[in-house]
């Protein structure tokens, strides 16, 4: 079992689903975010979308489930499902930034922006898995809700629109 599910990951047939909630109003429907990501050469701590010969491609899907105000700045938010085909370093959090829409309260690759609502930690959740079980061959989604803590976060915020 542990072999078929390796060779699943290997062979990038496991779907992989992020929630994030990220700076600014994204349209609504899907979007591909496609960049190589490697080492950022001004900070070792960091990746960033480099060039070809520098870095290895990654490829991130998303979706614009809704898009909010902070109450009191009026600053838009959108909360987005992601969908990372390839598994790079920090993907996620790399293309998001590169596409000037970084994850609220992320301190790496956030920029140094000022929160437009209190959150207790980074807003990028691991919310659903999908992969074929190696016995039957059937396939298995298996999600995670949102945690207390980031659910409170989207409460506070002014509704969609």
Excluded: N, W
Excluded at 5 to 21: H, I, N, S, W
Excluded at 30 to 43: A, N, Q, Y
Excluded at 62 to 83: D, N
Excluded at 111 to 119: G, K, S, T, Y
């Amino acid at each position: 079992a542990q072999r078929a599910l390796q060779a699943q990951f290997e062979a990038r047939q496991v779907r992989k689903t992020y929630l994030a909630l990220v700076y600014g109003s994204l349209d609504p429907g899907d979007g591909e975010i496609r960049g190589p990501i490697g080492r950022d050469t001004r900070d070792r701590k960091r990746m960033a979308v480099v060039s070809a010969a520098r870095g290895r491609m990654a490829v991130t899907r998303y979706e614009t489930r809704a898009v909010y105000r902070a109450p009191t700045s009026g600053a838009r938010l959108s909360l987005l499902a992601c969908h990372p085909l390839t598994g790079r370093t920090h993907q996620i959090r790399v293309h998001l930034a590169h596409i000037r829409h970084p994850i609220v309260a992320d301190e790496l690759y956030g920029a140094r922006r000022r929160l437009p609502v209190a959150c207790p930690r980074q807003f990028l959740h691991a919310h659903g898995l999908r992969f074929r079980l190696p016995s039957s061959g059937a396939e298995l989604q298996l999600e995670s809700p949102l945690p207390e803590d980031l659910a409170q976060v989207l409460h506070r915020l002014a509704p969609p629109g």
